[in-house]
């Protein structure tokens, strides 16, 4: 066991610790705050505190894990070893700045807490956020920093810290979020109207003929690909994970009936073949206490088995309000910490994480699962050019504990024109 000496032993101290020793370098670790505990200890320590007590690996400790609260924080970014740091220490110090804090910053999206510019929209905008303002939303920031300190803490304890044994790879993932399983079949009257006369009106005659010949049946809805994954992934060791939206319709969001018995078919088929979750709707987003449990009794109902993954079918307005509403609800892991629009890491990290909650200054017993890009943020770019930042960003991850996520809808697998050089490139991508 690693033992760090404190002078004040805080929930955020003993959170971003475990999960930084814990769950990503899965190393043991206590806490002290008694100097003969920590002197007669025979194992490794280290002290986090203000001062050095003798000779130990020190690191400074910034005051960040022992308040209380949302405070302004001084943030100076600098580069270190083609990495951006914040939080540098001074004098004794054996490592540059207090990764701890900084990681504490970025993990529990402590600036989202902070007054700041929101998009027209209502959402946080990674412009805004200091990995925007400084160049490294595409970095997994806080896994680059523990990957510094495992190297560092290895020459310091060469006998505990082994970094000779193989590394194992971070691994891929794929999130398939079904916001409306059908571009025209099964829509209401009114909705079929509207894309109609919308089309009619843009003088687009490809869609116009597209939303007739499957209307008359001559053709496949090009929404409807679900019958087509098995035999997709069937050679990839990736395992899709599939959300589904299943709500009414709101003033907020269209959707198709929960009694359509052509979905309900759908969902109950895809849940013999993969792992299923919840997309979570507009309206249950923004009013959990009223919606969410309907949202989730319902289709535990249909499929029979427990939920515990969740996504938002929209960006999260609120982390602290939503996802302590998902604890309530009895959710395990959340699968929205991301941008709808953009690549990045929006709180710093690829791995894993349970989420501190702020306004309660605890841990909540939801595990975070961040994702890198939507299918939107995609599609800003060409086929080539988007699955070869995957590939980069990918190739860079550090750690074992590290996965990259991607989110795409069941429309992605539209074998139309368009698509047929993005199905290439993604099969290409899970290979």
Known sequence: M????????????????????????????????????????????????????????????HNLLYEQGVKLQTLDVERLDGFPIFFKTQGD????????????????????ALPHIKTPQGFFDPAQSIAGQHGFLELPVVDLWVNH?????????????????????????VLIEVLVPFRYKN???????????????????????????????????????????KSFFKSSAVSPKIFFLFSESSPYQSTVSIFNLSYQKIIKTMSD?????LLVSVKSQLKASEFLGFEKDNFESLTHRPLSDIRMSNEIQNLNTVYESLVVQEFNSDYSMGYQKTFGFRAGTATPFYFYSLSSEFQLPLK?????????????MSPEKAF????DIYEKLPLSSSSLTIVISNGFFSPNGENISWLQEFKNYIK
């Open 2 to 61: 690693l033992l760090v000496y404190t002078h004040k032993i805080t929930p955020r101290l003993t959170y971003i610790f475990k999960h930084i020793f814990q769950n990503m370098l899965g190393v043991s670790v206590g806490f002290t705050k008694t100097i003969e505990t920590f002197v007669a200890h025979s194992g490794p320590k280290f002290s986090y505190t203000i001062k050095q007590l003798g000779n130990e690996y020190f690191i400074p400790a």
């Open 93 to 112: 110090s054996f490592f540059s700045f207090d990764i701890f804090a900084a990681s504490f910053f970025l993990l529990s999206r402590y600036e989202e």
């Open 149 to 173: 300190l495992q190297k560092n803490l290895t020459i310091a304890f060469p006998q505990f810290f082994n970094t000779n044994d193989e590394k194992k790879k971070s691994i891929k993932n």
């Open 187 to 229: 829509r209401s009257l009114l909705v079929s109207l509207s894309d109609f006369f919308k089309s009619l009106w843009a003088f687009n005659l490809l869609h116009l003929f597209e939303q007739l010949a499957v209307l008359f049946r001559i053709k496949e809805d090009p929404f409807n690909t679900f019958q087509t994954w």
């Open 273 to 277: 073949l993969f792992s299923l979750g």
């Open 368 to 380: 975070i699962n961040p994702i890198v890009t939507t299918e939107k943020g995609l599609k800003k």
């Open 388 to 391: 070869q930042l995957l590939k």
